[in-house]
């Protein structure tokens, strides 16, 4: 079984500082690992995803995440926040092995705040 | 990637009705994931939908709450039966295409 613990529910920055938003997984065998953004009255949308590969991942808008099995994390950053960076944020996890056929795991997500 | 489509976007129903929401993708997908979104809360798997055969409910769901349907391979329907309050929520379909999990826009359900 998998699980996913998010540090912060609420993170504010300020416009222009540095964004990380902390995702830590649990899971007894090899993990995919995903980040997801939410938009006000909006659905899901992928930010970056971790399968296998490369273990520093750079997705969309400028996020980047790095899967670190012995620190069992896979944090969210971003060098320089924008106003349209506020959102909620939620890390995921599954299993490499069978996904696709089992749900993901979600965290309690994060909602960021950006101070202009 | 895969394309999601849901309807209606957003409804506001009567308690003791039912609502059908519907569940488009533009290519065909083995399996299809029903999530419910509580308010200020985070993303819970109501069950999986295969096409062929019943869909598997996760613990806390039941069939005669939420009949899902899955004609083909590109269209999946959840029903939201007998509602109440707790029950105002967002529903999120999604499918699995290649190594990424994609969602669909929501639906957003008030109930009365």
């Known amino acids: 079984a998998q699980s996913v613990t998010q540090l912060g529910s609420h993170v504010s920055v300020s416009e222009g500082a540095l964004v990380l938003l902390r995702c830590n997984y649990s899971s007894s065998v090899p993990p995919y690992l995903f980040w997801y953004v939410q938009y006000p009255n909006q659905g899901l949308q992928l930010l970056l995803k971790?399968?296998?590969?490369?273990?520093l991942v750079k997705g969309i808008n400028g996020f980047e995440a790095e899967f670190k099995k012995s620190e069992t994390s896979f944090h969210l950053t971003k060098p320089s926040a924008h106003m349209s960076d506020a959102a909620e944020y939620f890390c995921a996890v599954s299993s490499a092995a069978n996904f696709g056929n089992e749900k993901l795991t979600f965290g309690t997500g994060t909602r960021l705040t950006i101070i202009p | 990637s895969a394309v999601i489509s849901q309807k209606p976007s957003r409804d506001i129903c009567q308690r003791g009705t039912s609502l059908t929401i519907q569940c488009q993708v533009d290519?065909?997908?083995?399996?299809m994931f029903w999530y419910r979104q509580q308010p200020g809360q985070s993303l819970t798997l109501i069950a999986t939908?295969?096409?062929?055969?019943?869909?598997?409910?996760e613990s806390g769901f039941v069939i005669d709450k939420f009949p899902i349907s899955r004609p083909n391979l590109t269209f999946s329907t959840l029903t939201v039966s007998n509602m109440s309050p707790e029950d105002s929520s967002i529903y999120l379909c999604s499918v699995v295409a290649g190594k990424t999990q994609y969602f669909g826009p929501g639906t957003r359900l008030l109930v009365l």
């Open positions: 971790y399968t296998s590969a490369a273990t």
């Open positions: 939908a295969n096409q062929g055969s019943e869909a598997t409910y």
């Open positions: 290519s065909q997908v083995t399996m």
